[in-house]
């Protein structure tokens, strides 16, 4: 590919690529036939700055992590591809921080000799990543809630955040699916089953895109399936894996979702680096999905074909490979496509062409942006009323986070806590604010690094909510232990406050980090699934009280519960739930709200039954042929609450009865059918899932996976009629040649409450011929729920 000057004419007086009424494409090439090769370079860089606390400028940071100096004159003089982080590196005034990044747009502007301002990209995965704005629920808590058009709502109010503060690229969502539970990034995985990645995940890139943020996909691809769960370590997967679990999601997020650009995964898939890999960036990508946006590098990834996995001999050789396979920008900062790249070029090792490749992409998307206007201000939408956390976006966090919470178990039904109850409230997180958030939110990612600065926002923890929540109770605190501190000196405390107590609620689980610095998160991998230090001490300590004891678990991943789940009262599961975490945790121990998620993944019954998700082939489930049982405490899409429900009337289209079996077309639909009735005094919802059960295939096959689900929201004495149209797509899969097939043969469709409880199973036959399905194929079922018997007033929240 190359470009020529000269191909598009000026237009009244103007170049052509400063005209709004061509197409980006246009405007691209017209710009980049212009352009010397050091500025078409800079074009496809970022660099790392941080705002300045008084709104006077940025200042480089590639110093702190790279260890090269960078002068910002010099790094501007020939324009910038891209900004990286002015908000998500330090704590700096919203206002302050929109006001120095204009300013340090103006200056890139006045620098370079076509005037273009760099494009901007933040954190955005629990919430815009910026001191005082709204930190939401972690992606696990997402995936719980089962809920997309919550995610795309929350989305776009993320998206709104950012754009009114000059931010143009969003650095989310993660569409990993998670497949071993140790590894620390798991919290910002949604879920272990690929069907709800993809659906949850498009709908977080709808919001994100419909606000006018690009949305970048991450980790492209198998990150998440590391040995061992070990960050970065190597990859160990067959291409039918990638093929049917890792690259699903991405290409919903594509086609459905509408995003704009995707981020290349660290970690080397059976011997290839993403980074390098042509095949996966270029020839999957692009030339069979479509894609026309832009790659762009997970931070220093280029220079890690050196550095890290040694198929690089040398930076320019780093860049070369990279620039080859399909990466167009290099982040956070300016390093392996800079000088090294330049020099590679001038002396023919590189084809100038896969430069200008890369650079037509992101002129193309700055027009799309309208960076390339010749009007542009570089003045914040947001002004001087900037606000990151109003209080629209608060509620928005607390539905999220009441949508996520989910009750394992009670059995004794000590839950809701009785009004005016003696507690007992201990565990090293029952007081503490910051449990509620996740790695990327910025508290935990930025602002333990300066503790001198307020967290920013309100953050209230379970015992401040509770005492909001049970006014008439008596509750006594009692720490008890830390999260990671072996020190067992306030078990002591604990025992005693619980057995004074009508009932104990103890609360443990995770604290959020950065590389080793905490029990999840980036860089915080884990041996085993048994709860962090000496938690499971404190626990077993205050069960043997004989008090009624209610678990809470505060996590980032899920942990084997198999010990407690018989001496528990109550368990409830929150995965990092956000700044109104709190506020959910306590209205569910109440009884404000009746808990409605449903586990986005498996709860392990033992710590050392890994990996292990629920899509497994049948020997990968319980058999005779080994001592070690694999099965799950808690299964896949499992959750309870205090709405009744009962199911009925399940069918096919055509008033197939269970037990009978209807005929589904290998290129055809098929629709499913159940009702629905909420019998309790509580207003609540129930999750409806459908799941795809195959046995017998050309290659083993997940004994069940998702392929369908509903939210049904129901008032008491409300029924409501659930039906989904599944497309025969949804049953390909990769077949022994390679290829996606759908094939003839007996199917069972389950709408299930989870994906051990099965309410019924309706068998079919497919019909027709072995069919082949590409990329076209459709991605999804559709659901429609309608309420066709209204109920009296609702009691409770739903």
Same mark, same amino acid.
Request: charged share 20%.
């Given at each position: 590919m190359s470009v020529q000057a000269g191909d598009q004419p000026a237009s009244e007086g103007r170049p052509a690529w400063r005209d709004p009424r061509r197409s980006p494409a246009e405007r691209a090439a017209d710009l980049a036939a212009r352009m010397t090769i050091e500025e078409k370079l800079a074009q496809l860089v970022g660099v790392w700055v941080g705002a300045d606390a008084s709104g006077g400028g940025v200042?480089?940071?590639?110093?702190?992590?790279?260890?090269?100096?960078?002068?910002?004159?010099?790094?501007?003089?020939?324009?910038?591809?891209?900004?990286?982080?002015?908000?998500?590196?330090?704590?700096?005034?919203?206002?302050?921080?929109?006001?120095?990044?204009?300013?340090?747009?103006?200056?890139?502007?006045?620098?370079?000799?076509?005037?273009?301002?760099?494009?901007?990209?933040?954190?955005?995965?629990?919430?815009?990543?910026?001191?005082?704005?709204?930190?939401?629920?972690?992606?696990?808590?997402?995936?719980?809630?089962?809920?997309?058009?919550?995610?795309?709502e929350m989305a776009g109010r993320i998206g709104a955040s950012m754009r009114a503060a000059g931010v143009h690229q969003g650095l989310a969502p993660v569409l990993d699916v998670a497949r071993?539970?140790?590894?620390?990034?798991?919290?910002?995985?949604?879920?272990?089953?690929?069907?709800?990645?993809?659906?949850?995940?498009?709908?977080?890139?709808?919001?994100?895109?419909?606000?006018?943020?690009?949305?970048?996909?991450?980790?492209?691809?198998?990150?998440?399936?590391?040995?061992?769960?070990?960050?970065?370590?190597?990859?160990?997967?067959?291409?039918?894996?990638?093929?049917?679990?890792?690259?699903?999601?991405?290409? =919903? $997020? &594509?086609? +459905?979702?509408?995003?704009?650009? /995707?981020?290349?995964?660290?970690? #080397?898939?059976? *011997?290839? !680096?993403?980074?390098?890999?042509?095949?996966?960036?270029?020839?999957?990508?692009?030339?069979?999905?479509?894609f026309e946006g832009t790659v762009v590098a997970d931070y220093f990834g280029v220079r890690f074909l050196e550095t890290l996995h040694g198929?690089?001999?040398?930076?320019?050789?780093? =860049? $070369? &490979?990279? +620039?080859?396979?399909?990466?167009? /920008?290099?982040?956070?900062?300016? #390093?392996?496509? *800079?000088? !090294?790249?330049?020099?590679?070029?001038?002396?023919?090792?590189?084809?100038?062409?896969?430069?200008d490749r890369a650079l037509l992409r992101v002129l193309r998307q700055k027009a799309e942006l309208g960076l390339l206007d010749e009007g542009w201000s570089a003045e914040p939408t947001g002004g001087p009323d900037l606000v990151l956390d109003d209080a629209g976006s608060r509620d928005l966090a607390l539905r999220l986070a009441r949508e996520s919470v989910v009750l394992l178990s009670n059995p004794r039904a000590v839950l809701p806590l009785a009004p005016g109850a003696r507690i007992a409230l201990v565990g090293p997180l029952a007081d503490d604010p910051m449990a509620m958030l996740g790695c990327y939110s910025f508290p935990a990612h930025v602002g333990t690094q300066h503790p001198e600065v307020p967290i920013g926002i309100d953050i209230p923890s379970v015992r401040a909510a509770l005492d909001v929540a049970?006014?008439?109770a008596t509750i006594v605190h009692a720490r008890g232990c830390d999260v990671t501190d072996p020190d067992r000196s306030g078990i002591a405390e604990a025992v005693a406050a619980a057995r004074a107590a009508q009932v104990c609620v103890v609360v443990v689980g995770d604290r959020a980090g950065l590389f080793g610095r905490g029990t999840s998160g980036e860089g915080c991998d884990a041996t085993d699934l048994t709860l962090p230090g000496v938690q499971a001490d404190l626990l077993r300590a205050v069960l043997?009280?004989?008090?009624?004891?209610?678990?809470?678990?505060?996590?980032?991943?899920?942990?084997?519960?198999?010990?407690?789940?018989?001496?528990?009262?109550?368990?409830?599961?929150?995965?990092?739930?956000?700044?109104?975490?709190?506020?959910?945790?306590?209205?569910?121990?109440?009884?404000?709200?009746?808990?409605?998620?449903?586990?986005?993944?498996?709860?392990?019954?033992?710590?050392?039954?890994?990996?292990?998700?629920?899509?497994?082939?049948?020997?990968?489930?319980?058999?005779?042929?080994?001592?070690?049982?694999?099965?799950?405490?808690?299964?896949?899409?499992?959750?309870?609450?205090?709405?009744?429900?009962?199911?009925?009337?399940?069918q096919l289209q055509g008033g197939s009865p269970e037990g009978g079996t209807g005929t589904w077309a290998v290129d055809g639909d098929v629709r499913v059918e159940v009702t629905v009735r909420n019998t309790g005094a509580v207003a609540g919802a129930d999750v409806v899932q459908l799941y795809l059960h195959d046995p017998v295939a050309q290659v083993t096959r997940p004994v069940v996976r998702l392929v369908g689900y509903a939210r049904v929201a129901l008032d008491p004495g409300e029924r409501a009629r659930v039906r989904f149209t599944v497309p025969a797509d949804l049953a390909a899969f990769t077949g022994v040649g390679g290829g996606m097939v759908v094939e003839p043969g007996e199917v069972e469709l389950r709408i299930s409450r989870s994906s051990a409880d099965v309410h019924a199973a309706l068998r079919l036959r497919m019909v027709g011929a072995l069919r082949a399905v590409g990329h076209d194929r459709q991605l999804v079922s559709a659901a429609e729920v309608t309420v066709v018997d209204r109920g009296p007033a609702a009691v409770g929240v739903a």
């Open positions: 200042a480089p940071h590639q110093s702190d992590l790279a260890g090269e100096t960078v002068e910002w004159a010099e790094v501007i003089r020939h324009g910038l591809g891209q900004l990286t982080r002015p908000f998500g590196t330090a704590p700096v005034e919203p206002v302050a921080g929109a006001l120095s990044l204009a300013r340090s747009q103006a200056e890139i502007v006045a620098a370079s000799r076509f005037a273009i301002p760099a494009l901007v990209h933040e954190e955005c995965l629990a919430g815009f990543a910026a001191w005082r704005a709204t930190v939401y629920p972690v992606p696990l808590s997402w995936g719980a809630s089962f809920d997309p058009q919550l995610i795309e071993d539970h140790r590894w620390g990034r798991t919290e910002e995985t949604i879920s272990e089953d690929p069907y709800l990645v993809a659906t949850i995940g498009a709908s977080y890139v709808r919001g994100l895109e419909d606000a006018g943020v690009v949305a970048t996909l991450k980790h492209f691809a198998g990150y998440s399936a590391s040995r061992a769960g070990r960050n970065l370590a190597p990859v160990s997967m067959g291409a039918r894996e990638l093929a049917d679990v890792v690259l699903p999601p991405f290409e =919903a $997020a &594509l086609r +459905l979702g509408g995003a704009r650009s /995707v981020m290349h995964s660290y970690a #080397d898939v059976d *011997g290839v !680096p993403p980074a390098a890999d042509p095949r996966l960036l270029t020839d999957l990508l692009r030339d069979r999905w479509g198929v690089a001999e040398s930076a320019g050789r780093a =860049a $070369a &490979l990279a +620039l080859a396979a399909g990466v167009d /920008v290099e982040l956070p900062t300016v #390093d392996t496509f *800079g000088a !090294p790249l330049l020099a590679a070029v001038h002396a023919g090792e590189v084809d100038e062409a896969l430069v049970a006014p008439g043997a009280t004989g008090t009624p004891v209610v678990v809470v678990l505060l996590t980032g991943r899920p942990y084997a519960l198999g010990e407690y789940v018989d001496d528990a009262a109550a368990i409830v599961q929150a995965f990092f739930p956000g700044q109104r975490g709190g506020q959910a945790v306590a209205e569910v121990l109440t009884g404000a709200v009746s808990p409605s998620g449903r586990l986005p993944v498996s709860v392990p019954r033992d710590p050392g039954g890994q990996p292990g998700t629920y899509l497994s082939a049948p020997l990968g489930l319980r058999s005779g042929v080994s001592n070690v049982d694999p099965t799950p405490a808690f299964p896949f899409g499992h959750g309870l609450g205090y709405a009744q429900f009962t199911w009925e009337d399940a």
